[in-house]
């Protein structure tokens, strides 16, 4: 079969790649559909890896899919052939300790595709994922909306992950790219009380405002502003979408004592520091996100219900052959980029 290869820094080819086989009864063949570009992918591309991760070439990277189910196993019951499916890029293996306690995220055993030595990406005509991976979408739903339901599953458990207080919260999401734009959603379908966005990029502030519906947005030093004013009361939750130290610091700054800090983000490298004297002072709590944690089902299911419509973060189209122009669009931010979608068939 056809591929985007990933042989270099920025350098992917297109080329020859085995074909994948169903292997186990479990198993089901899809043809791959759209695939996202993700900003974890971003770093493979530009970087070669992720910290102590780093990419060994070749290597197919991807993993935010939308398939089209050609074969099944033969104890395979939740999806056909000719089904559309959201898929769950992280394969567990559903015995280890984590697993057993409903954490999947950290399956001490995983293999998630597009990470460097887990598993390759699914940049490909075709991929084969187990069962427990795959999500029927509805009948009217898209190849690129199913594919969303990716990075969206990682908002929606993020916002999970704040517990009962979400809703009567103050939140601020610092980077507006498309996992802060997830939480956003994922927050407002929670019910959440009032949120503000940051971002440095103007298209990514108008689509929090217009598409997210954030009751406030702008650059990151207006929200500092604001809060210093008064105008804008200090936030109980912040949500740190972008990777950067400074976001990091300005979060602590934008916490109210007691509150906490969630870190989505992906920085470039290995550390990050904080002021302890100010996280001691206000006893600031921090919780790092870990992707999805089983929440791709409820990504569809808001989906369907339209208690979500997150088409406004899809801003770019690429066909296949076309997947390094789309890697460097995101990668330089150009063009007011939120998510790109690479259409493989
Ligand atoms: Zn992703
Ligand atoms: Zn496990």
Redesign the pocket.
Known sequence: MNAAILTGIRRIELGEWPDPQIESDTDVLLAVRVVGVCGSDVHYYAEGGIGATRVEYPHIIGHEISGEVLEVGTSVTRVKPGDLVAVDPCI????????VAGR?QT????RFRSFPGQADGCLSERVVMPEHCCYPVAADMTPEQASLCEPLSVGIYAARLAGPVLQDARVAILGAGPIGLSVLLAARAAGTHFMAVTDKLPQRIRAAAAGGGADWSGLPQELDAAVDSGSVEPFDLVYECCGDQAALDQAIDLLVPGGELLIAGIPEGNRISFDINQLRRKEIRIQNVRRQNDCVQEAVQLLADRAIDADFMITHHYPFEKTQEAFELVSEYGDGVIKAMIEVS
């Open positions: 567990t293996c559903g015995t280890c300790g984590q697993c999947p399956c001490l055993d995983q």
